[in-house]
Structures are given as C-alpha cells and as structure tokens.
C-alpha cells in the first residue's frame, strides 16, 4: 500500500523522484493496489509527443464504475456517496448511498441501453446539478457510451454546435433548472438545439421544475417511468483501459470549441490518486467541490475522483448568493463539510459582502481549502484563508486544466507550506519545464518562462474530437517534444511554481513582459478595490500601455474618483513598479465572465482599444448585458 497516501514533505520528495526516475514502475504500482481491473495490461506507457500518441496501461481491461461503485458495496455500501444539497434550502438533502447509487445507475444504464444506446455512442447531457446528472455520466460509462456533458447555461447555439462536433445520437436533459431565483427552461434550449441537430434521435427527460414542456413524438419521454420499469442490476461493459470515457469541451483563443477526449484507464487511475492526495481523504470526510459537473473540475473532482475513493460528495444545485450570501458556510456548517473546494472568483465576489455571512456559521469542521479556475490573488487568498480557514485549513491552489484531466502543481495539504498565490510544486509523476521563447527549457530556480510538461501523466486528453492535427497544432508544435499548457509561470527560489495567467495575457510595455496577474493582485489589494482588470492598448511610446477595469466595493463607491486612481497607481509602482502603473482606470459595475468565472479580456481588449465594431460572439458570458454599459463609460 505504499505511496498512494502521502503524509510529509520528506516522503513527497522520494516519491516523487522515484516517480520521476521510474515513471512506468511507478504508475504501475499505484494502478495494480488500488483498482479493480477485469485484466492488467501488457504495457505500463507507450508514447511520443511529436505525433503526438500517448498510451496507458495499454491491453488492460476495466470499467471505470465497477471501482467507482460495486467495489465498495462489500464494504460500504450503506455510506453516502453523494449528498445532494437543493437550492431551496427548505428542501430536503439526500443522503444517497452507494448502494442506491449503484442500483440508480445500473437502471439508467438499462434504459439507456432499451433506447439503443451501446458502447461507443456519443450521449449529450444537459442537466442542471441534480442526482440525475451524476447517474447519467456514471450510466453511460457503465455502457461504455462516450458522455459530453454540456454545462446547463450554454445557449442552444453552443448546445448544438457541440451535439453536432461527436455526432451525439442521445441529450439527457430536465424540463428546466432552478439556480437561486431563476429558473431556466432547459427543454425549450434544447429544442431550438435540435432544429439543427438532424443526428439526434432520442431526448430523456427528467422532472425537476414541473414546468410545462412540449414532447416531440418519437424523440422525447420522460426519464422516470422507464426508470422504474428497468431492471436495477447492469453488467458493465468492459472497455479497454484507452477507450474514449468521455468528451468534454473547451473553447479555444480560435475557432470552435475544442472537444478534448479522455480515456477509461489513465484517468481513473490519476484522478482518484490526486483525489486522495491533494485533498487529504480519510474515511468519514465529506468532501464538497462546488464546481458543476458541467466543467472537467465537477467531472474529475465532484464525480470519478471522490467516488473512486469511496468518498461522500456533496452535489450543490444552488448558487453562492442564495438565499444569501451566506450559503456556502450555511452548507458547510449544516453537513459538516470537511474539505471545501471553490474557484477565486465565488471568493472575491463573497469577500465584498459583510463579515457576518461568513461568522454565524460554525466552520470548525473544515480541515482543506482548495482553488481552482485562475491565478488566486492575494488578497482573495487572505480572506479564504483568515475567515473560511480560521487560519488552520491549508489552501491549496491547485492547476490544472480541461486537457490535462487532473491537477498538476498544487500543495499537498499538512505536508507543503503553502504560499499566497503560489501552487508551489508539481504533483507525483508530473515534469513541468519553463521555456524561454526560443523553445530551450531554462533550467534553474528564479526564472520565468512558458509553462510545459515534457513527460505523459496518465490523466492527459489523447486527441481533439475529430481532429487530431489540431491537437498537435495547439499542445505540440510550439515546443518540441513537450506538452505547451498556454500558461506562463514563474518558479522561485525553492522551486514553487506561480502561475501568471495566460500567456496570451501578457502584455509589453515598454518592451517590460509584464502578467496580468500580479499587477491586478496589486489593485486588489487596495481597500475600495472589489476586483480588477488589466488589458493593452496601444500607446505611442510605450508600445501598450495598460487600462485597468476596476469594480469598487460598496465602502469606495462614495470616494473621489481622481484619489482613487491615484492611490491605485501608488499602489502599484510601490508593489511592482512605475513600469506597471496604468494609463486609464475605469470603474466599472462588472466584468465580462465566461460561465465557468473566467474573465473575458479578449473583450476588455477590445473596449480598451476603441475597437468595438465586432466584439465577436457575447452571449455565452454569464453577464453579456455588462458590455454595453462599460462601452458606455469607457475613457
Ligand atoms: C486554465 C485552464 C482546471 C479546472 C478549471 C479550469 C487557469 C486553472 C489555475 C490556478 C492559476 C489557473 C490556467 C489554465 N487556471 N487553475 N490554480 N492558478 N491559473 O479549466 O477551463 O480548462 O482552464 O485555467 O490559465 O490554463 P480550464
């Protein structure tokens, strides 16, 4: 049983290296003690970066929900594997264990299968963040259909596009969602989808708002009748440890959505070893992500990570700000949440409400704080830190991304010290490198450069859907032989690792490479300063200059603007430099966001460079009105 648990920073660093020197013994080892598999493989890692092909425990024979559900029946089939947490307080929790889920799954799983779903099938899931949604992505693995779960606030132009790149032939959808307030008439979406999806031929429905829906004849039926007509046992399938387990897409700076394919085998295996590690799971833990499974984070670390572990995770349908600002800790306080996972920017937006939100609840039970989504900034690292960890929980800042599966660098919890902003060192079996912009990789601590990992991890996506010359282009061809994240980091003196944003973030000024992140991190810091924005414009002398989006908080609205700015600029010439100091400060009342949190700077860009004829495609933003009224305001 060695390895798999690690408990100090001595034992990180010998198995790590041994992880390092021996990858194939390695990753062996850890595959053959801690899963279930129907046959072991014949090869451990075959690969090459410049085709690129990567293959794990190629041979080998699994399904990935025989280790994620039958094998803890014997044991613990009675514990709750997932916890369902309404959005209406009021509403009941379900506590489900792992043996309904088994018996939930295996019943969808059938039905799938009446409606003429079999292995290799495309299936589109489109559902709010409710029990079904988890049993879906777990029932179409049980068939061995590939899932592409589509995030539930998509529009129908983003929803068909993606039925329509991996050819879906099924959508798993709910007559509507309810998110705090709102409810969202998911089956309306769907229909206007299915207008231009001629592939797909079944839709199932499950019954969440009792809203009124239309039913396609011969396309559409409800969910649950057939449910309770299937049979509660399934055989799974057996897939080869390479088989697709799922698509999941993300979008590109260019062109279409990219869907990125994940293979049964490797994932299994890294996801639930970094489940294991990174969040500190011991029995009795209930572990609660609050991403939604809509995103690779809710695939990995909400569903196949936790339950491969035969942990209890929560599955929140809500929203932060409902019914106040408190849910979160109401959540916590209420299950006895034991590692709490969220992404920076539910952080800063919670961190501009009062105190009191957070200090009514009784949060003793928290031991793991962890981050995910952006480079966290210090100030948001603070108020997670002092207020949600009473300073006891270590905060781990984990990286990683849709394409790479699972996290990469992120403290260990009680066995990295952990510092603000910094993901610090890279997990077991994980070789970043920093290469300067001539391709050469600079070796040694103190440097700066693109972030790649030059040897396979077992979670990595093998291909594009459907083209495979793009995944080449965009991940292997900037620098040879290596895995190129889109990312810039620095790595400091003991070899930490911070990450500055994108690369397509940074911005010369006065031929200074200066990231976006730290001077925003600056502005941050300043008391009025709610969160901010940095982007480039173009500047006679300079080359760029930079324009700062500011959103106060509501103790700055009431300040003189001109101090503000000032003060602003104070701040950063003493934190970083004159060099960093921004031409134009805006105050604005919001910023553009992707769904998943994510600021929309190819916007910002735009407003900043009085280029807004085509703004390009804003309807995907989570706050598309904000555009127009930062236009109106913009210096
Ligand atoms: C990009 C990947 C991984 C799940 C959520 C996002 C940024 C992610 C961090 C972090 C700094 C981070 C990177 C990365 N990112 N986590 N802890 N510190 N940056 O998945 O949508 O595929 O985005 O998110 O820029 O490349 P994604």
Same mark, same amino acid.
């Given at each position: ?134 049993? %879906? ?14 995030? %539930? ?22 007559? *509507? ?21 001629? $592939? ?71 996801? %639930? ?17 609050? %991403? ?102 270590? #905060? ?32 077991? $079996? ?11 990789? #600079? ?22 859907? *459907? ?27 003991? $070899?930490?690792?911070?990450?500055? $944003?994108?690369?397509?973030d940074?911005i010369?000024v006065?031929?200074?490479?200066l990231?976006t992140?730290?001077i925003e991190?600056?502005i ?8 901010s924005a940095i982007v480039g414009f173009p500047h006679? #002398?300079k080359?760029n200059a930079l324009y700062g989006f500011v ?14 700015r000032?003060?602003i600029n104070?701040?950063i ?7 960093a100091k921004l031409d134009k400060i805006q105050f604005v009342?919001?910023l ?9 700077r190819?916007i910002l860009r735009k407003i900043a460079c009085r280029d ?18 930062i236009m109106?305001e913009s210096l």
């Amino acid at each position: 049983m060695s390895n798999y648990h690690i408990k100090h920073l001595e034992e990180y660093f010998q198995v790590y290296r041994k992880s390092v020197r021996d990858p194939e013994a390695f990753w062996e080892e850890i595959a053959e003690e801690h899963f279930s598999w129907r046959k072991k493989w014949d090869r451990v890692l075959r690969w090459d970066f410049s085709k690129p092909e990567v293959a794990w425990f190629e041979g080998a024979r699994l399904n990935i929900t025989e280790n994620c559900l039958d094998r803890h029946l014997a044991t613990q089939g009675e514990k709750t594997a997932i916890l369902f947490e309404p959005n209406d307080p009021g509403e009941q929790a379900q506590h489900i264990t792992y043996r309904q889920l088994h018996e939930r799954v295996c019943r969808m799983a059938n039905v799938l299968k009446e409606q003429g779903i079999s292995k290799g099938d495309r299936v589109c899931i489109y559902l709010p963040m409710i029990p079904e949604l988890a049993v %879906a992505v777990l029932a179409c693995a049980r068939l061995g259909a590939i899932h592409s779960v589509v995030f %539930a606030g998509f529009s129908s132009n983003a929803l068909a596009t993606r039925i329509n790149d991996c050819q879906c032939k099924m959508v798993i959808t709910s007559d *509507g969602s309810i998110r705090g307030s709102k409810t969202l008439d998911l089956k309306a979406i769907v229909d206007a989808a299915l207008e231009s999806c001629p $592939g797909v031929e079944r839709v199932l429905l499950v019954k969440r708002t009792g809203g009124e829906v239309t039913l396609v004849p011969g396309r559409d039926t409800w969910l649950q009748p057939l449910l309770d007509g299937a049979s509660p046992a399934c055989e799974a399938e057996v897939m080869d440890a390479e088989d697709p387990l799922f698509i999941l897409y993300t979008s590109g700076s260019t062109g279409k959505p990219k869907g990125m394919v994940h293979t049964c085998g490797g994932y299994m295996v890294y996801t %639930a070893y970094t489940f294991k590690n990174i969040f500190q799971y011991r029995d009795g833990d209930v572990y609660w992500c609050t %991403a939604d499974i809509g995103w690779i984070t809710g695939h990995s670390y909400i569903v196949y990570g936790p339950l491969a572990n035969g942990a209890t995770t929560v599955l929140f349908e809500g929203v932060p700000t409902y019914p106040d600002h408190g849910r979160f800790w109401k959540v916590v306080e209420k299950h006895r949440v034991t590692q709490f996972y969220t992404a920076p920017t539910a952080i800063r937006a919670l961190a501009r409400e009062s105190l009191e939100y957070v200090e009514q609840y009784d949060l003793s039970s928290l031991k793991v704080l962890g981050s995910v989504g952006e480079p966290i900034n210090e100030e948001a690292w603070h108020w997670y830190n002092n207020n949600v960890g009473k300073g006891k929980s270590p #905060i781990v800042d984990t990286w990683w991304q849709t394409e790479t599966g699972g996290i990469m660098i992120s403290p260990i919890p009680f066995v990295t010290p952990t510092t603000p902003t910094y993901a610090t060192l890279p997990f077991i $079996g994980v070789q970043p490198a920093l290469m300067d912009d001539e391709g050469n990789e #600079i070796k040694g601590n103190q440097v700066s450069g693109r972030l790649c990992i030059k040897f396979p991890w077992p979670s990595m996506a093998r291909t594009i859907w *459907g083209d495979h010359q793009r995944y080449h282009d965009t991940y292997f061809s900037t620098f040879k032989n290596n895995y190129f994240t889109g990312d810039g980091a620095l790595r400091d003196a003991v $070899g930490y690792y911070r990450i500055t $944003g994108r690369v397509d973030d940074v911005i010369i000024v006065s031929g200074h490479n200066l990231g976006t992140a730290p001077i925003e991190d600056s502005i941050n810091e300043h008391p009025a300063v709610a969160e901010s924005a940095i982007v480039g414009f173009p500047h006679e #002398i300079k080359g760029n200059a930079l324009y700062g989006f500011v959103i106060l908080k509501e103790t700055g609205e009431g300040r003189d603007r001109e101090n503000l700015r000032r003060e602003i600029n104070q701040q950063i010439t003493e934190q970083i430099g004159p060099i960093a100091k921004l031409d134009k400060i805006q105050f604005v009342p919001g910023l553009p966001k992707t769904r998943s949190g994510k600021i929309m700077r190819r916007i910002l860009r735009k407003i900043a460079c009085r280029d807004t004829a085509d703004l390009g495609d804003i309807s995907t933003l989570l706050n598309p009105e904000v555009v127009q009224e930062i236009m109106d305001e913009s210096l």
